[in-house]
């Protein structure tokens, strides 16, 4: 049993920064992938930053060099640091995790309940 919880969103100004945190709980014996995603009304979920155990983060073209992904191992805290927010970035963001959870080597997803972020003047 592996549990998700988000905090950090909230109203921002254009050009403001934001920190989005996701603090895994539960059974946890590794987590393989990280990612966060985002959804506005109206458009489709994009996946815009990952981070592999071992690995160099990726991310969108949307959101390359204004975001960073990291991960705290020790308190299994995935963190999305956002600079130099556009109001195109208003969306509800979701934290999505590949985890073992039971021990076993194998990975399944979990997600966060979501955060609402808002960019506006």
């Known amino acids: 049993q592996v549990q998700l919880a988000q905090s950090g969103g909230g109203l921002v100004q254009p050009g403001g920064s934001l920190t989005l945190s996701c603090a895994a709980s539960?059974?946890?014996?590794?987590?393989?992938?990280a990612r966060w995603y985002r959804q506005a009304p109206g458009k489709q979920r994009e996946l815009i930053a990952a981070?592999?155990?071992?690995?160099?983060?990726h991310y969108a073209d949307s959101v390359k060099g204004r975001f960073t992904i990291s991960r705290d191992n020790a308190k299994n805290i995935v963190y999305l640091q956002m600079n130099s927010l556009k109001p195109e970035d208003t969306a509800l963001y979701l934290c999505?995790?590949?985890?073992?959870?039971?021990?076993?080597?194998?990975?399944?997803?979990?997600w966060g309940q979501g955060t609402q972020v808002t960019v506006s003047s």
């Open positions: 981070i592999v155990t071992g690995g160099t983060p």
């Open positions: 999505n995790v590949a985890a073992d959870g039971s021990g076993l080597g194998i990975g399944y997803d979990y």
């Open positions: 539960g059974s946890i014996f590794s987590i393989y992938v």
